[in-house]
Every structure is written in structure tokens, then in C-alpha cells.
């Protein structure tokens, strides 16, 4: 399980560089450009579905990793 977490963990780094990558280029916040494509003030092109793709697999890495940490409570 300490592996799992591990790699979950190196996911995470990877994913929140990407993010803040795309948050300097557009001086946006993944939130705000979050609400912003959902609201349609921005259109969806492919460096912006790159950028939600990214925020997605933040929030599935996240649940993982939090998973893997109740896992070895039980």
C-alpha cells in the first residue's frame, strides 16, 4: 500500500506543477478558470481542456490518495 501511495503522491506533484503551469500563462486560478468554462465566459479550446482534464485528475488523485490513507487506518 506504502507504493500505491507513493506513485498517488508523485501523481499529485506532477498534476499541481501542470496546474500552476497553466495558472502563470493565463493568470488565472484553476478555480476561477473552472467557473469561468462553466458559466461560458471562456470557450473551450485544447490548451483549456488540457487544463480541466488536469483539474479532474487532481480531484481523482486526491480521492485516491485520501482512500489509501483510510484503507490503512482500518
Given at each position: 500500500m506504502e507504493n500505491e501511495k507513493k506513485m498517488?503522491?508523485?501523481?499529485l506533484e506532477r498534476t499541481r506543477a501542470r ?48 482512500d489509501l490513507e483510510a484503507a490503512e487506518q482500518?
Open positions: 498517488v503522491l508523485l501523481g496546474l500552476a503551469e497553466f495558472e502563470q500563462t493565463y493568470h488565472l486560478t484553476s478555480a476561477e478558470f473552472e467557473r469561468r468554462l462553466h458559466t461560458s465566459e471562456i470557450a473551450e479550446t485544447v490548451e483549456f481542456s488540457e487544463w480541466r482534464m488536469e483539474t479532474d485528475k487532481l480531484r481523482l488523485l486526491d480521492r485516491q490518495y485520501h482500518d
